[in-house]
């Protein structure tokens, strides 16, 4: 979708694309150029995208991709959709905490592991936000409003370990 998103603003070739991508949406894992152009050739087989007159370049021969009606309506459907509210209610976080008390490990030292864990990942992000990106800044904030609430969670189940462990293993 966000190539569709991408071609809505503009037709381009496949460099371009992962260019923007990567610079909007693939901060910490680049998009590979064999999944732009296999995307693509999905996207123009059902009728998502037209690709023009191939074009010479300083490389290899080049199209440029444009998004077609039926393109724009699904990005536009898409768009409009909100995503599913996380988190999910099973999470492997939980899983192995219950998983640790039934088989009668520390639960405890499992959680201050990942507060730990939870903690260096925002001090990397704290460390992001000090660029000058507004995206960077933005995706920092994202990511840790999430580990700031998988924080509560950890204390609150650290908390109630006790409580917990009887659940699990009667």
């Known amino acids: 979708m966000a190539l569709l998103g991408l071609l809505d603003r503009e037709p381009s070739h496949g460099y371009d694309l992962k260019r923007d991508y990567d610079t909007y949406f693939g901060r910490t894992k680049p998009l590979p ?4 152009y296999a995307t693509l050739a999905r ?18 021969d080049r199209k440029r991709y444009a998004i077609t009606p039926d393109g724009k309506a699904e990005f536009e459907t898409w768009l409009g959709e909100p995503i599913e509210p996380e988190p ?25 592991i990942q507060r730990a864990a939870h903690l260096q990942r925002m001090r990397e ?12 800044l933005l995706l920092a904030d994202h990511g840790l ?16 370990l006790p409580l917990l462990t009887k659940a699990v293993t009667a």
Do not use: C, N
């Open 145 to 160: 409003f999430h580990l700031e609430a998988d924080l509560r969670w950890i204390d609150t189940t650290a908390a109630r």
């Open 88 to 112: 999910h209610l099973q999470t492997v976080l939980f899983a192995k905490v219950v998983l640790a008390l039934m088989l009668g490990r520390s639960a405890e030292r499992y959680l201050d």
């Open 33 to 36: 150029f064999g999944q732009v």
């Open 43 to 60: 996207l123009t087989r059902d009728g998502k995208v037209v690709p023009g007159e191939i074009e010479p370049g300083d490389g290899p």
């Open 125 to 136: 992000l704290t460390e992001m936000k000090r660029s000058d990106s507004l995206i960077d």
